[in-house]
């Protein structure tokens, strides 16, 4: 489908797939440490495949089927919220707006690492490092300004592109599915953070042990986004959820 948000004539990415080995590869090359990295979260409900799932989990990135029921839901939350405005390093969050289409992946991927406890262990003078330093202080356009002409990223989000375990649409296709970042806050806050929203989205506080995958940040998240699509008449809820947690070997 078109993307109302990210003109036809903008820069397109070949989309990712949520792929935790594809993911895991491009956080790597960008600067994430190899203790860090992305695995398969198989059920939201089933204590057995849960706990499958290294802890604790910093960030979960859902993909799904981008539905009329999403779209309107998406506009009459948004529809009251001024635009975020959001810059420096007392920013509750850092939100990336996104401007390049078919990078919904790329800009998730970065939101998860981006906040909370993963960006402490970005290697210092890695790509990642330089690029998060350099958006720190600029407001929402600007920073998309710097992603939209970043080689770096561009570079490192082709190579990735090329791993999926299946055929990788074309840059220009249309892609209907979409991917949301759910993070744990530096502050014990759950965010929501969509590059195609106005700005960050608090869901909730959690408290100190809780993680993205705990029972409240599952409530407040994944489960609430699709009881909401459910309530909306959406027959299609289909999803894949990928968690940022430890790496063992």
Known sequence: ???????????????????????????????????????????????????????????????????????????????????????????PVTWFKQTIRNACGLIGLLHSVSNGEPRRHILPGSALDSLLREAEPLPPVARADLLYESKALESAHADAARLGDTAAPGAEDSVDLHFVAFVKGEDGRLWELDGRRKGPLERGRLEEGEDALSERALGLGVRRFLKTEADGGNPDLRFSLVSLGAVFD
């Open 1 to 91: 489908m078109s993307d109302p948000d990210v003109p036809n004539t903008s820069k397109a990415f070949v989309p990712l797939e949520n792929n935790p080995e594809v993911m895991s590869h491009l956080v790597h090359q960008l600067g994430l440490p190899p203790t860090l990295g992305f695995t398969d979260v198989f059920s939201i409900d089933e204590p057995d495949l849960l706990a499958l799932v290294p802890r604790p989990s910093h960030a979960l990135l859902l993909v799904f089927p981008v539905s009329p029921t999403y779209e309107a839901g998406r506009r009459t939350e948004d529809a009251p919220l001024a635009e975020y405005t959001g810059s420096g390093p007392s920013e």
